[in-house]
Every structure is written in structure tokens, then in C-alpha cells.
């Protein structure tokens, strides 16, 4: 009776608060940030960035941009024309969400000075209010439309960067730069390929237009946005800007693209003051370009890459809006990872390098060596981090003084331009690429270097293992991808195939750590569509350390493809290896030396003749007609040839 009388009468107050409550909206407090409320205790205002509860994922794929096929070919005016249709529906999303909040906005100008100035941006559904006191911040925590409110963060590029010294380089020299070379692009201008066509921003500090290495490629036209001072022309008051800039299309020999062209926008102050909000202002105008005064967008003039030496602590600002919508318009998100690395740390990758959809840079010598601060992975969420290194000690470059000074700088600032300027090459070799095929490229061709290994390992994978979270999948070579993305033209993967002998130590082959080293092989090989993988099967003739030995099996169960088995296959061990599902196909190549009418032999259950000795293949004192050619089965009473059954 108690259980009852206690299970009715929690039924009574559910019911009641049902009934109370249905139908009715719930209200949704915005979350804030705890520092916006320790500064309101020292002071009476502060910078907000306000983040909408309705985001901008939907706007996107209302556009249907992420399915565009944005460089696929198409002219300027065309893929300007879908990033605008992007942009008209980040617009639109962004006016609706944000109407209540702008409504109170307007409201509290007329009634009492609580904010100085507002600025809304579309790209990621936010925002900036500036002197914000505290009476407005708790209007704005009764609005349910507001999903976040956090004070707008001041990013340093300080750690990031450090400049040696510089020199004044005589009129016409061509200057040697060390990364340029290491990573193949002056092998790839040699093809032709110098990045033509292309278009490259940069988020920094500016860039000193005049500068004898940058002045033949300024984009002039729609090529320049500051949002604070909104000045006609580009200029450089730290030199940061200027040097990045100088790695990605100078000319001289210091940048990696040199006949592209470049645009920039002015993110950063200084090297020690990067505004949230003028970022978000520069990711606008990277995605939709305005002229100087942010006024009349064309968004025909968007870059295909943009680089981004800058970052921050993962978590203290969100950029993943940003790179959302650039990655909808095929803009190629480059980002250096920081440089709060050591030795004996992991996981120090800043935001939003540590993202999964945007290149992370870390930085390394002339050696392969890692630059000792470049920091490391996993990112916060589990993802290999860097994605990929690149020249970042002593390189040099422009400066910002007079236009034929240089400077040597360090950091994983100078390498995320070397991969943007790789990005432009391979876009310029193909137009139609797309951020994941660049990824692959770039990624499937790095050098791996395993002498040069400093620290054990950062993530539970060690460092002699690629990709790992010091040296991601190896260094850059642009050459490489280049090659590779050829190969590909002419030979797209599904007609590839790849053969492989892992049990075999013949020549050196092979690897103290054979299973788990193959396994990541078979794994990788298995991303690219191939046509076949085939296996020299370890069960086979001539391999007796069944310690390394790996089968049609292993490569079965994890290459999601065909598989090819090979290697003294009988016809009936071939027909079983088919039928178990260890393998799609066998391969026959002794059989067939000996027996060239190998196929009939099969069918008619015909004897074999005895295989040939390795010695006896060819005869070299005979040339050409020292071949053995065996001879065929000769019955009194020959079968026709059937046809092949699916088996075989």
C-alpha cells in the first residue's frame, strides 16, 4: 500500500507539472563566460562577443554550398555567384537570429549609455559589442536566442615569431632561401608551375605593398581590407605580415608561389594585439572581398587559399563558424599550430590549427630537425596534430623598413606559408582540386624522416611512426604531390593496383615491427580507391619465420578492396582462398613460366609441367633467344578451351 500510495502520488505531481508546462516555450539562459563577470568587478565596461543559438550550419547547407563544385573549371564570375548565394543565406540566417538581440541594442541606446557601438558579423553568427556594462549584460542573459557570451579575446602572434636580423639585398639579387628549396618548389617552376592564376590571402599584420619582392603581384583590386583604420593602401607596422607574406609569392626566390597573386587583410595590430572581432571582420572579407571601406562585396574576387599565422588556446575563441564557411566556398584554410611546444610537452596545438578540417603547420630546420617550441599534438578532440611540417628555422624573407630589406625569422609562423604557397602550386597544376585531395596529396607525399626523431611520443603513438603528433605525417614536399596528383590524372586509383610483400626479407625488406607496421600500411592504402592490392602471401614457398608472416587474411581485413593473393598457389588452394573470403583473386606466375597454357591445364585437370629454377628463366649468352619457352600439354585427345568460371 505505501509503494502505491507513493508511486500515485509522484504520478499526481508529474501530471501537474505537465500540465503547467505544456505547450509552454522553456527558456534558455545564454551561457558566460566566468571572465566577463570578474572583469565587470573591476571595471564598468567590456568588449562582448555575443554568439547566437542558431549558428550558421544550416545557412550552409541552405546554400547547398557544400555540394557546389565551386573550382571544378568554372569561370570567376561563376564561383562568385555561389559563394554570394553562401553568403546571401549566412546573411539572411544571421539578420533573423540576431533581430532580438540588435532590438535591445537599439532600445538601450535611447534609454541609458550601456554599450558604445555594436558590429554584427554573419560569417559566424555573432555579435561585437563594445563597452558593454553591466546593466547590458543582464538584459542580454534574458535573451534565449543568445547561445554564449564570452569577452572578445586579444590574440598574440608574439610567441609565434622571432625575428634575427635584417639586411638590405642589392637591386636585382636573386636571394637564396633554404625552405623553398626543401620542399621542391623550385623543381616544380621548372614544370612550369610557379602558381598562376591563383589567388593567396593572409590574416596578419599587414603587408608593405611597396617591398621589391611583393610590389608585381599585389592584387590591387579588391586585394585590401582593415577594419579598424580602413586606410586606401596596405601597410606594415610590425613586419610580421610583410615576412609571411614574402614566403608565400615572393619573388627573388624567397616565396614558394611567386607568380600568384596576393591579397591581405590587417587582423592584427601587432604581433601582441589581434582583435577577435577585426579577425572575424578579415574571415569576412577573405570569404566575400569589399573594397577598402568594407563597402561593395564581390565575391567573385575570393582567394583559394588563405594562411593564417595566428592562434589561441583552444577554447578561448571558437573559429570553427569561420572555417566552416570558407571550407563551403573551397577556400583552403592554412593555419600554423604555435609555438608553446617543448621537448617534454604534448598537446599544446592552438585553435584553430587544431581543428580536423584545416591544415595545421608546425615548424622544422634545414635538418628536419623540429623547431623546439613548435607545439604538438593530440588536439583536444583526439586528432593527429600537425597535420604536416614545414621550413620554419632562420628563414628569410621580406621586412617591413624599406622595400629591399630582409630579415631571418623563426617560427611556425614561416611555415604555414611554405604549405600555402605549395596549396597555390598544386592548384594552379589543377584547378579542380579540392581541400581533400590537396590534404591527401600533401599528406600521402611528406617526407618521413625517422633519424631525426626528438621526442619519444605525444599521444600514445610514438615518433618513428607517421603520422604522429610531432611531425604529423612528415615534412612537405611539393614535388611529390605535385607527381603524385599527375600520376592520379592520368591514372585515377581505381586503375592502380599495388603489390606488396610483407612476409618477404629479401633485399632488407621488412621491419622489426613487420604486423603493426603493414597493418597501418594496408590501412592507408585502403583511403585511396585502388583498383587491387595484391600480397605476396607469407604462406607461400621459401618463407619459414611464421613470426612475420602476413596473408591474404590480414590484408582482408583491413584494405576495404579487392585483394590479390600470390605466391605457389595450387589450383585448388586458389579456389579456396576465393571461396573462404580471404581474397577476391590469385595470381599465377611460376605456374605459367612453366606451363604456358596454364589456363587450359586448370581446366582440364592436365598435369603440370616441373617448375623452372630461377637460374634457368633466361640465358644472357643467348640474348633475346636465350628465353625458355616450355612446351605445351599434348593429349591424344585435346579438350577446347571451356570458358573461365568467376573463381578463376
Request: glycine share 8%; proline share 5%.
Amino acid at each position: 500500500m505505501t509503494i502505491f500510495l507513493i508511486a500515485f502520488w509522484w504520478l499526481v505531481v508529474f501530471n501537474a507539472v505537465w500540465g503547467m508546462t505544456k505547450g509552454a516555450p522553456v527558456h534558455r539562459s545564454p551561457c558566460v563566460h566566468p571572465d566577463v563577470y570578474r572583469v565587470l568587478q573591476d571595471k564598468t565596461a567590456i568588449n562582448l562577443l555575443v554568439t547566437m543559438r542558431e549558428g550558421t550550419t544550416a545557412a550552409i547547407n541552405e546554400a547547398g554550398a557544400l555540394n557546389l563544385p565551386l573550382a571544378l573549371g568554372s569561370s570567376a564570375s561563376s564561383r562568385g555567384a555561389r559563394i554570394k548565394q553562401l553568403v546571401d543565406s549566412l546573411k539572411k540566417t544571421a539578420s533573423t537570429a540576431q533581430q532580438p538581440v540588435m532590438k535591445l541594442l537599439e532600445e538601450q541606446t535611447k534609454t541609458a549609455a550601456t554599450y558604445s557601438s555594436s558590429t554584427t558579423f554573419w560569417i559566424s553568427n555573432q555579435i561585437y559589442v563594445a563597452d558593454a556594462s553591466m546593466e547590458l549584460l543582464q538584459q542580454l542573459q534574458q535573451e534565449s536566442s543568445i547561445a554564449e557570451i564570452h569577452e572578445e579575446k586579444i590574440l598574440t602572434i608574439g610567441n609565434h615569431f622571432k625575428s634575427e636580423h635584417s639586411d638590405d639585398a642589392e637591386s636585382g639579387t636573386k636571394i637564396h632561401a633554404w625552405g623553398v628549396g626543401k620542399i621542391g618548389a623550385e623543381v616544380v617552376w621548372a614544370m612550369g608551375i610557379m602558381g598562376a592564376n591563383i589567388t593567396i590571402a593572409a590574416i596578419d599584420t599587414g603587408v608593405r605593398a611597396s617591398h621589391e619582392a611583393l610590389r608585381s603581384n599585389f592584387r590591387a583590386d579588391y586585394g585590401w581590407f582593415d577594419p579598424e583604420t580602413k586606410s586606401a593602401a596596405p601597410f606594415d607596422f610590425s613586419g610580421h605580415g610583410t615576412h609571411v607574406m614574402g614566403s608565400i609569392v615572393g619573388a627573388k626566390g624567397i616565396g614558394v608561389a611567386p607568380k600568384a597573386k596576393w591579397m591581405a587583410c590587417r587582423g592584427c595590430r601587432s604581433t601582441t594585439s589581434c582583435l577577435e572581432s577585426s579577425l572575424l571582420a578579415c574571415a569576412q572579407f577573405v570569404l566575400c572581398p569589399t573594397d577598402p571601406k568594407g563597402k561593395t562585396p564581390k565575391c567573385s574576387k575570393a582567394p583559394r587559399v588563405v594562411n593564417n599565422s595566428w592562434g589561441v588556446v583552444h577554447g578561448a575563441a571558437n573559429f570553427s563558424a569561420v572555417v566552416a564557411a570558407w571550407q563551403a566556398a573551397e577556400i583552403i584554410p592554412v593555419f600554423s599550430i604555435g609555438n608553446s611546444g617543448s621537448f617534454k610537452s604534448c598537446g599544446t596545438v592552438a585553435a584553430p590549427g587544431d581543428s580536423s578540417n584545416v591544415i595545421g603547420v608546425g615548424a622544422t630546420s634545414s635538418n628536419d630537425f623540429l623547431l623546439p617550441q613548435s607545439s604538438t599534438g593530440p588536439s583536444p578532440d583526439g586528432h593527429i596534430k600537425p597535420d604536416i611540417v614545414a621550413p620554419g628555422v632562420r628563414i628569410y624573407s621580406a621586412w617591413w623598413t624599406r622595400d629591399n630589406v630582409y630579415t631571418i625569422a623563426s617560427g611556425t609562423s614561416m611555415a604555414s606559408p611554405h604549405v600555402a604557397g605549395a596549396v597555390a602550386l598544386l592548384l594552379s597544376a589543377q584547378p579542380e582540386l579540392t581541400y581533400d585531395q590537396i590534404w591527401s596529396a600533401l599528406t600521402t607525399s611528406a617526407v618521413t624522416n625517422r633519424s631525426i626523431v626528438d621526442i619519444s611520443s605525444c599521444g600514445n603513438i610514438s615518433a618513428s611512426k607517421f603520422p604522429n603528433n610531432i611531425y604529423g605525417y612528415g615534412r612537405i614536399d611539393v614535388y611529390r604531390a605535385v607527381q603524385l596528383l599527375a600520376v592520379k590524372t592520368v591514372y585515377p586509383a581505381d586503375h592502380i593496383g599495388v603489390r606488396i610483400s610483407p612476409s618477404s626479407k629479401y633485399g632488407g625488406m621488412g621491419s622489426v615491427d613487420n604486423t603493426e607496421m603493414f597493418t597501418y600500411v594496408f590501412q592507408r592504402l585502403s583511403e585511396h580507391n585502388l583498383g587491387y592490392l595484391a600480397i605476396l602471401d607469407g604462406f607461400g614457398f621459401g618463407y619459414s619465420d611464421k613470426s612475420r608472416v602476413m596473408t591474404a587474411l590480414d590484408v582482408k581485413m583491413h584494405f576495404k578492396g579487392l585483394v590479390m593473393a600470390n605466391c605457389s598457389y595450387t589450383r585448388d588452394t586458389a579456389e579456396g582462398v576465393i571461396h573462404s573470403g580471404a581474397a577476391d583473386m590469385v595470381s599465377f606466375v611460376r605456374g605459367f613460366m612453366s606451363n604456358p597454357d596454364l589456363v587450359e591445364r586448370f581446366q582440364n585437370d592436365w598435369p603440370l609441367n616441373e617448375e623452372l629454377a630461377y637460374e634457368f628463366y633466361w640465358d644472357p649468352s643467348k640474348g633475346k633467344e636465350g628465353y625458355i619457352t616450355p612446351p605445351p600439354f599434348k593429349s591424344e585427345r585435346p579438350c577446347p578451351l571451356k570458358k573461365l568460371m568467376p573463381s578463376f
